[in-house]
Protein backbone atom coordinates (compact mmCIF):
# COMPACT_ATOMS: atom_id res chain seq x y z
CA UNK A 1 0.00 0.00 0.00
CA UNK A 2 1.12 3.30 -0.90
CA UNK A 3 1.89 5.83 2.13
CA UNK A 4 1.26 9.73 1.76
CA UNK A 5 4.38 11.81 2.27
CA UNK A 6 3.66 14.42 5.06
CA UNK A 7 3.61 18.11 3.88
CA UNK A 8 7.01 19.39 3.89
CA UNK A 9 6.60 22.72 5.77
CA UNK A 10 9.67 23.96 4.04
CA UNK A 11 8.65 23.50 0.84
CA UNK A 12 5.79 25.31 1.59
CA UNK A 13 6.59 28.47 2.97
CA UNK A 14 6.02 30.46 5.94
CA UNK A 15 2.52 30.29 5.29
CA UNK A 16 2.53 26.66 5.17
CA UNK A 17 -0.58 27.03 8.36
CA UNK A 18 -2.44 28.79 6.46
CA UNK A 19 -2.18 26.41 3.18
CA UNK A 20 -3.57 24.03 5.46
CA UNK A 21 -6.12 25.50 7.13
CA UNK A 22 -7.56 26.81 3.65
CA UNK A 23 -7.02 23.20 2.37
CA UNK A 24 -9.25 21.99 5.19
CA UNK A 25 -11.65 24.50 4.64
CA UNK A 26 -12.25 23.31 0.96
CA UNK A 27 -13.37 20.18 2.50
CA UNK A 28 -15.65 21.30 4.45
CA UNK A 29 -17.22 23.51 1.70
CA UNK A 30 -16.75 20.60 -0.72
CA UNK A 31 -18.64 18.02 2.58
CA UNK A 32 -21.68 21.01 2.87
CA UNK A 33 -22.62 21.26 -1.13
CA UNK A 34 -22.87 17.34 -0.88
CA UNK A 35 -25.14 17.24 2.18
CA UNK A 36 -26.95 20.28 0.62
CA UNK A 37 -27.26 18.37 -2.58
CA UNK A 38 -28.25 15.09 -0.60
CA UNK A 39 -30.97 16.74 1.23
CA UNK A 40 -32.06 18.64 -1.92
CA UNK A 41 -32.54 15.00 -3.21
CA UNK A 42 -34.62 13.42 -0.32
CA UNK A 43 -36.65 16.27 -0.74
CA UNK A 44 -37.21 15.58 -4.14
CA UNK A 45 -37.98 11.88 -3.34
CA UNK A 46 -39.78 12.45 -0.21
CA UNK A 47 -41.65 15.85 -0.97
CA UNK A 48 -42.09 18.51 -2.74
CA UNK A 49 -39.58 18.88 -5.78
CA UNK A 50 -41.57 22.70 -6.81
CA UNK A 51 -40.73 24.81 -3.14
CA UNK A 52 -43.49 27.37 -2.65
CA UNK A 53 -47.11 28.23 -2.75
CA UNK A 54 -48.32 30.53 -5.55
CA UNK A 55 -51.59 31.82 -5.89
CA UNK A 56 -54.87 31.23 -8.70
CA UNK A 57 -58.20 30.86 -8.96
CA UNK A 58 -60.84 28.12 -9.05
CA UNK A 59 -63.91 27.13 -10.17
CA UNK A 60 -65.96 23.97 -10.76
CA UNK A 61 -67.68 21.91 -13.66
CA UNK A 62 -68.46 18.77 -14.67
CA UNK A 63 -71.70 18.27 -12.50
CA UNK A 64 -72.59 16.84 -9.31
CA UNK A 65 -71.07 12.90 -10.11
CA UNK A 66 -68.12 14.40 -12.21
CA UNK A 67 -69.71 12.78 -15.14
CA UNK A 68 -68.96 16.10 -17.52
CA UNK A 69 -64.83 15.62 -16.76
CA UNK A 70 -64.75 12.10 -18.39
CA UNK A 71 -62.68 12.44 -21.44
CA UNK A 72 -60.88 15.67 -22.35
CA UNK A 73 -57.67 17.15 -23.68
CA UNK A 74 -55.31 14.40 -22.08
CA UNK A 75 -56.85 11.68 -23.54
CA UNK A 76 -57.26 9.82 -20.53
CA UNK A 77 -60.78 8.75 -21.44
CA UNK A 78 -62.79 7.52 -18.29
CA UNK A 79 -61.52 9.11 -15.17
CA UNK A 80 -62.79 6.45 -12.95
CA UNK A 81 -61.46 3.16 -14.49
CA UNK A 82 -57.99 4.95 -15.24
CA UNK A 83 -57.72 5.68 -11.02
CA UNK A 84 -58.28 9.15 -11.41
CA UNK A 85 -61.77 9.71 -9.95
CA UNK A 86 -62.73 12.99 -8.81
CA UNK A 87 -60.22 14.52 -7.74
CA UNK A 88 -58.84 16.38 -10.83
CA UNK A 89 -58.78 19.53 -12.66
CA UNK A 90 -58.72 21.13 -15.98
CA UNK A 91 -55.80 23.95 -15.99
CA UNK A 92 -55.84 27.12 -17.63
CA UNK A 93 -52.84 27.81 -20.87
CA UNK A 94 -50.62 29.26 -18.50
CA UNK A 95 -50.24 25.83 -16.79
CA UNK A 96 -51.56 23.49 -19.00
CA UNK A 97 -48.42 23.57 -21.37
CA UNK A 98 -50.36 22.47 -24.70
CA UNK A 99 -50.42 19.13 -22.43
CA UNK A 100 -46.89 18.33 -21.36
CA UNK A 101 -48.55 18.95 -17.75
CA UNK A 102 -50.85 16.41 -18.05
CA UNK A 103 -50.39 13.96 -15.32
CA UNK A 104 -49.03 16.48 -13.20
CA UNK A 105 -50.18 16.91 -9.45
CA UNK A 106 -51.61 19.85 -7.46
CA UNK A 107 -52.29 20.52 -3.80
CA UNK A 108 -54.44 23.28 -3.48
CA UNK A 109 -56.24 24.99 -0.61
CA UNK A 110 -58.39 27.93 -0.70
CA UNK A 111 -56.95 31.55 0.56
CA UNK A 112 -58.20 34.92 1.98
CA UNK A 113 -62.20 34.23 1.41
CA UNK A 114 -63.37 33.13 4.90
CA UNK A 115 -66.98 33.65 3.53
CA UNK A 116 -66.69 30.79 1.21
CA UNK A 117 -63.25 28.98 1.86
CA UNK A 118 -63.32 25.92 4.08
CA UNK A 119 -59.96 24.39 5.94
CA UNK A 120 -58.21 21.65 4.93
CA UNK A 121 -56.16 20.98 1.06
CA UNK A 122 -56.79 18.62 -1.58
CA UNK A 123 -54.58 17.07 -4.63
CA UNK A 124 -55.61 17.02 -8.21
CA UNK A 125 -54.32 15.38 -11.24
CA UNK A 126 -54.21 17.41 -14.54
CA UNK A 127 -56.69 15.53 -16.64
CA UNK A 128 -58.17 18.54 -19.11
CA UNK A 129 -57.40 22.18 -20.68
CA UNK A 130 -59.74 24.85 -19.75
CA UNK A 131 -59.97 27.04 -22.64
CA UNK A 132 -59.76 30.83 -22.98
CA UNK A 133 -62.66 32.44 -21.96
CA UNK A 134 -63.35 34.23 -18.26
CA UNK A 135 -61.19 33.13 -15.84
CA UNK A 136 -58.88 30.36 -18.10
CA UNK A 137 -58.10 33.60 -20.30
CA UNK A 138 -53.96 33.92 -20.15
CA UNK A 139 -52.00 35.09 -18.66
CA UNK A 140 -54.51 33.93 -15.50
CA UNK A 141 -53.29 30.74 -13.54
CA UNK A 142 -56.77 28.86 -12.87
CA UNK A 143 -57.84 25.47 -11.68
CA UNK A 144 -61.46 24.18 -12.95
CA UNK A 145 -62.22 21.72 -10.62
CA UNK A 146 -64.52 18.61 -10.68
CA UNK A 147 -67.25 19.65 -8.61
CA UNK A 148 -66.97 17.02 -5.66
CA UNK A 149 -63.30 17.99 -4.94
CA UNK A 150 -63.71 22.00 -5.38
CA UNK A 151 -66.54 21.50 -2.38
CA UNK A 152 -63.98 20.16 -0.34
CA UNK A 153 -62.28 23.14 0.02
CA UNK A 154 -64.95 26.29 -0.94
CA UNK A 155 -69.15 26.29 -0.73
CA UNK A 156 -70.93 25.64 -4.00
CA UNK A 157 -72.03 29.14 -4.03
CA UNK A 158 -68.70 30.85 -4.07
CA UNK A 159 -68.61 29.99 -7.46
CA UNK A 160 -65.11 30.96 -8.11
CA UNK A 161 -62.27 31.36 -5.06
CA UNK A 162 -59.42 32.41 -4.38
CA UNK A 163 -56.56 29.26 -3.61
CA UNK A 164 -52.73 28.92 -3.06
CA UNK A 165 -51.17 25.94 -5.25
CA UNK A 166 -48.09 24.00 -5.34
CA UNK A 167 -46.32 21.09 -7.13
CA UNK A 168 -46.55 17.64 -5.45
CA UNK A 169 -45.82 14.05 -6.39
CA UNK A 170 -47.73 11.58 -7.48
CA UNK A 171 -48.82 8.74 -5.80
CA UNK A 172 -50.33 6.04 -7.95
CA UNK A 173 -51.46 2.30 -7.36
CA UNK A 174 -49.86 -0.14 -9.65
CA UNK A 175 -48.01 0.30 -12.67
CA UNK A 176 -47.75 2.71 -15.57
CA UNK A 177 -50.45 1.98 -17.61
CA UNK A 178 -49.68 1.84 -21.44
CA UNK A 179 -52.71 1.10 -23.58
CA UNK A 180 -51.90 0.34 -27.41
CA UNK A 181 -54.64 1.83 -29.83
CA UNK A 182 -54.24 2.10 -33.55
CA UNK A 183 -52.89 -0.28 -36.49
CA UNK A 184 -50.05 -1.67 -38.08
CA UNK A 185 -47.56 1.40 -39.04
CA UNK A 186 -49.42 3.62 -36.36
CA UNK A 187 -48.89 2.46 -32.65
CA UNK A 188 -50.53 5.16 -30.71
CA UNK A 189 -50.05 4.73 -26.83
CA UNK A 190 -51.90 5.92 -24.19
CA UNK A 191 -49.84 6.72 -20.97
CA UNK A 192 -51.58 6.64 -17.84
CA UNK A 193 -51.16 6.23 -13.92
CA UNK A 194 -47.16 7.62 -14.18
CA UNK A 195 -46.36 8.57 -10.41
CA UNK A 196 -43.81 10.46 -9.26
CA UNK A 197 -44.01 14.07 -11.35
CA UNK A 198 -46.37 12.21 -12.85
CA UNK A 199 -46.47 14.66 -15.93
CA UNK A 200 -44.60 12.45 -19.09
CA UNK A 201 -42.23 14.64 -21.41
CA UNK A 202 -40.77 11.89 -23.77
CA UNK A 203 -41.53 7.92 -24.80
CA UNK A 204 -39.30 5.69 -26.02
CA UNK A 205 -40.33 1.64 -27.37
CA UNK A 206 -38.60 -1.02 -28.17
CA UNK A 207 -39.39 -3.89 -30.10
CA UNK A 208 -37.79 -7.00 -29.48
CA UNK A 209 -35.89 -7.43 -32.64
CA UNK A 210 -36.07 -3.47 -32.97
CA UNK A 211 -33.94 -0.98 -31.51
CA UNK A 212 -35.04 2.24 -29.06
CA UNK A 213 -36.95 4.15 -31.03
CA UNK A 214 -38.05 7.77 -29.61
CA UNK A 215 -41.75 8.50 -29.64
CA UNK A 216 -43.66 11.70 -31.18
CA UNK A 217 -46.29 12.78 -28.69
CA UNK A 218 -49.54 13.40 -30.86
CA UNK A 219 -51.55 14.49 -28.72
CA UNK A 220 -52.33 14.78 -24.94
CA UNK A 221 -50.62 11.92 -23.02
CA UNK A 222 -51.30 9.91 -26.50
CA UNK A 223 -47.25 8.60 -28.24
CA UNK A 224 -47.05 7.84 -31.82
CA UNK A 225 -44.95 5.08 -33.30
CA UNK A 226 -44.85 4.99 -37.12
CA UNK A 227 -42.89 1.72 -36.97
CA UNK A 228 -44.50 -1.81 -38.10
CA UNK A 229 -44.16 -3.74 -34.30
CA UNK A 230 -46.64 -6.58 -34.63
CA UNK A 231 -45.64 -9.91 -33.26
CA UNK A 232 -42.93 -8.53 -30.94
CA UNK A 233 -42.96 -7.70 -27.00
CA UNK A 234 -42.87 -4.06 -26.61
CA UNK A 235 -40.95 -2.20 -23.77
CA UNK A 236 -41.12 1.60 -22.80
CA UNK A 237 -38.69 3.98 -21.52
CA UNK A 238 -41.16 6.98 -20.22
CA UNK A 239 -39.26 10.35 -19.19
CA UNK A 240 -41.34 12.58 -16.50
CA UNK A 241 -40.60 16.56 -16.34
CA UNK A 242 -37.89 15.61 -13.22
CA UNK A 243 -35.84 14.28 -15.72
CA UNK A 244 -36.30 10.68 -14.11
CA UNK A 245 -36.32 7.64 -16.39
CA UNK A 246 -38.38 4.34 -15.98
CA UNK A 247 -37.89 1.72 -18.29
CA UNK A 248 -40.60 -1.26 -18.17
CA UNK A 249 -39.31 -4.10 -20.38
CA UNK A 250 -41.72 -6.52 -22.25
CA UNK A 251 -44.51 -5.03 -20.91
CA UNK A 252 -46.56 -6.27 -23.78
CA UNK A 253 -46.42 -9.95 -24.91
CA UNK A 254 -45.69 -10.69 -28.51
CA UNK A 255 -49.22 -11.34 -29.08
CA UNK A 256 -50.10 -8.14 -27.60
CA UNK A 257 -53.19 -6.62 -29.21
CA UNK A 258 -54.51 -3.09 -30.64
CA UNK A 259 -57.11 -1.90 -27.80
CA UNK A 260 -55.59 -3.89 -24.64
CA UNK A 261 -53.84 -2.12 -21.75
CA UNK A 262 -50.65 -2.83 -20.55
CA UNK A 263 -48.98 -2.42 -17.23
CA UNK A 264 -45.46 -1.71 -16.92
CA UNK A 265 -43.27 -0.60 -13.89
CA UNK A 266 -43.64 2.58 -11.04
CA UNK A 267 -42.25 5.81 -10.04
CA UNK A 268 -41.27 5.43 -6.51
CA UNK A 269 -43.02 8.14 -4.08
Request: net charge positive; glycine share 12%.
Amino acid sequence: MRVPKPLNRELLGPNSSNFVRLSIQEKMASLGILLIGFVSMLSSVNGYYYAGWSNAHATFYGGGDASGTMGGACGYGNLYSQGYGTNTAALSTALFNNGLTCGACYELRCVNDPQWCLPGTIVVTATNFCPPGGWCDPPQQHFDLSQPVFLKIAQYRAGVVPVSYRRVRCRRAGGIRFTVNGHSYFNLVLVTNVGGAGDVQSVAIKGSRTRWQLMSRNWGQNWQSNSYLNGQSLSFLVTTSDGRKLISYNVAPPNWSFGQTYTGRQYRY
